[in-house]
């Protein structure tokens, strides 16, 4: 049972330079979120969707976009990257609201420099 | 503003003995709460979770207890295992939607 996939794991971008972290699952959920961890501050929600054509934006929002074309992919597009974006990004799934068990995908650790 | 707060970096606990991480929440609409463990390099996997009905739900060695009145949530880990070493972070949410609001995180290193 793959999940939910996440890749790249790791990349280091230049300032100003754009790409797309990629988040694919497996398990026909309808919800999928995108949050970053950065040190000592817990999982900020930065976009999510609750179906295919739905997105919408979360806590910190800004400086990315998202698309949702399919229930499976939910790519996270970065823009003009900055240092203030080096991070480790998480996608994370769930089938129903409730706030029950997301299944979370194992992680890009991304830096800009 | 955080909303759910873990006030605790860190914790040690010997091998054996009850480890207890504690959270608190700030919203009163908040109605589900759940707790996640994360390894170094993986993604947070889902532990436990509580309805705001209930103060109390228990999973094997895993217990999570709600005080309402006093917004405040705790996971109890009897007995502590080496292998529950981890980052465990508490989240809530609210009805009617689907967005975990996440604390800072808890490292909990049991040690033999």
């Known amino acids: 049972n793959a999940g939910v996939t996440q890749t790249p794991k790791f990349r280091i971008l230049k300032i100003g330079q754009s790409m797309t972290l990629q988040c694919t699952q497996d398990m026909n959920h309808n919800y999928m979120y995108w949050y970053r961890q950065d040190p000592g501050m817990g999982l900020k929600l930065i976009y999510y969707?609750?179906?295919?054509?739905?997105?919408d934006k979360g806590e910190v929002p800004n400086g990315y976009n998202v698309s949702r074309s399919t229930t499976e992919d939910f790519p996270l597009r970065l823009e003009l990257a900055a240092p203030s974006q080096t991070s480790v990004y998480f996608c994370a799934s769930s089938s129903q609201t409730g706030g029950s068990g997301y299944t979370f995908g194992s992680g890009t650790r991304l830096t800009v420099v | 503003d955080q909303q759910v707060k873990q006030n605790s970096p860190s914790l040690s606990v010997q091998e054996g003995r009850i480890s207890i991480l504690n959270c608190d929440y700030t919203n009163s609409m908040f109605d589900y709460f759940l707790w996640y463990k994360k390894y170094p390099a993986e993604g947070p996997t889902f532990l436990i979770s509580i309805s705001s009905i209930k103060d109390k739900n228990e999973d094997g060695r895993f217990t999570v207890f709600l005080n309402k009145s006093a917004k405040h949530l705790s996971l109890h880990i009897v007995p502590s295992q080496p292998g529950d070493s981890a980052v465990y972070f508490c989240?809530?949410?609210?009805?009617?939607?689907?967005?975990?609001?996440f604390g800072t995180g808890t490292r909990l290193q049991v040690f033999p």
């Open positions: 989240a809530a949410s609210q009805l009617n939607t689907d967005k975990l609001i």
């Open positions: 969707s609750v179906g295919a054509g739905i997105t």
